[in-house]
């Protein structure tokens, strides 16, 4: 699966919902066992949710936008496919938290390509969602440090704090995840498929439980004075960084 939202493949209303339909089709063909996701935007994996859903909207869209988000995590996070992630490009933000509900994770050994969730850099929070899929892949101090520090790790710190799996060089990146698919596909489906769900049944569940709630303190959130304003002067900062 390409990602193809051109110029940096951000996460928009529009896009969120065609990868959940994408994958929905290829669980529902059982010739198909699992998935490597990657990006067609050269050196970019993704780089994250669309600020433009989150600013200067209305509230209903901001909802109909987070529900988006929730159920692109939920729909990852808890497929019976195998996923594996082949990092290709930067990974910030929401790129990196769609990483993070793969199973495997392989960064291209490129400086310029960072991982992680860097939400407090641009003055908003990462949901307790968020920051329990990154606990669960590293731990809960480095997690802890990595959330309020908004880090970007490069490909060596990345492998070393464990947010990927492996760094190998950029022209082997899909070779590898394929590698690495073909490993998982070893152990019979069933199995592997009631062992994730198991070990990631009360991730998921806290959030099933708390979807309503978590979308109006995302709203009560994002609408705020302070916040819209942070986040506009954060895309004008983009915008002359373009120009």
């Known amino acids: 699966m390409k990602l193809k939202n051109p110029p940096v493949n951000t996460l928009s209303l529009e896009f969120l919902t065609e990868l959940v339909i994408c994958l929905e089709k290829l669980e529902s063909d059982r010739s198909f066992r699992g998935v490597v996701l990657t990006s067609d935007c050269p050196g970019v994996f ?23 988000v929730q159920e692109l995590w939920l729909r990852f996070y808890q497929s019976n496919l195998v996923l594996v992630s082949a990092i290709n490009g930067a990974c910030p933000a929401g790129g990196c938290l769609m990483t993070l509900t793969c199973d495997y994770r392989v960064l291209a050994d490129n ?16 949901p307790f969602w968020f920051k329990d899929t990154l606990e669960n892949v590293i731990g809960h101090r480095a997690a802890e440090r990595a959330l309020q520090l908004g880090l970007l790790f490069p490909p060596a710190e990345a492998l070393q704090v464990g947010i990927v799996d492996q760094v190998v060089p950029e022209e082997q990146v899909q070779s590898t995840a394929l590698s690495a698919i073909a ?25 099933i439980t708390q979807r309503d709630a978590d979308v109006q303190n995302f709203v009560s959130f994002i609408s705020k004075d302070s916040i819209q304003k942070s986040l506009q002067l954060y895309l004008e900062r983009l915008k002359e960084k373009k120009r």
């Open 46 to 68: 993704s780089a994250g949710l669309d600020l433009t859903e989150m600013c200067g909207r209305s509230p209903a869209h901001y909802a109909e936008f987070w529900k988006a």
């Open 111 to 126: 400086p310029r390509y960072c991982i992680g969730l860097n939400e407090t850099q641009l003055g908003i929070v990462a």
């Open 183 to 207: 490993q998982w596909m070893t152990t019979p489906d069933h199995a592997r498929q009631l062992t994730k769900a198991m070990m990631r049944k009360a991730t998921a569940s806290r959030l």
